[in-house]
């Protein structure tokens, strides 16, 4: 079992900064693929980010690429969202994911239902 605790979200202008951290504990000695997903009101949860065990793989959705990054540090067991250059449309609230699977391919880890364990989630408002 794996505990994740996201944080770090608030409110800022369009056009500044946020990161966002997740924590996990528990058995964080079997590493995971981790992701980030997102959620507006009224809409679905969606990809937004995944990193590798290793850190050396990531991959982006196309409406946050060259603005987010995502990166991990295993000694810490965190996981992080870097969030430049915001927009309105990226309010929503901001989950991280743990999946165990051992799949290569990107598009496996861009689907909700590969991951195993959740985070509570984290707000994210941007103002225009």
């Known amino acids: 079992q794996v505990q994740l605790v996201e944080s770090g ?9 946020l990161r966002l ?23 679905e949860r969606d990809f937004v ?9 990531t991959y982006y959705a196309d409406s946050v690429k060259g603005r987010f990054t995502i990166s991990r540090d ?6 992080y969202l870097q969030m430049n250059s915001l927009k309105p449309e ?11 699977a051992y799949y ?14 959740w985070g509570q989630g984290t707000q994210v408002t941007v103002s225009s």
């Not at 295993?74 to 996981?79: F, I, P, R, S, W």
């Open 9 to 17: 979200g608030g409110l800022v202008q369009a056009g500044g900064s």
């Open 21 to 43: 951290s997740c924590a996990a504990s528990g058995r964080t000695d079997s590493r995971y693929a981790m992701g980030w997903f997102r959620q507006a009101p009224g809409k």
């Open 49 to 57: 980010a995944r990193i590798s065990r290793s850190g050396g793989n």
């Open 74 to 79: 295993n000694a810490k067991n965190t996981v």
């Open 90 to 100: 990226d309010t929503a609230v901001y989950y991280c994911a743990a999946s165990s």
């Open 104 to 117: 290569s391919g990107n598009s496996y880890y861009a689907r909700a239902a590969s991951y195993d364990y």
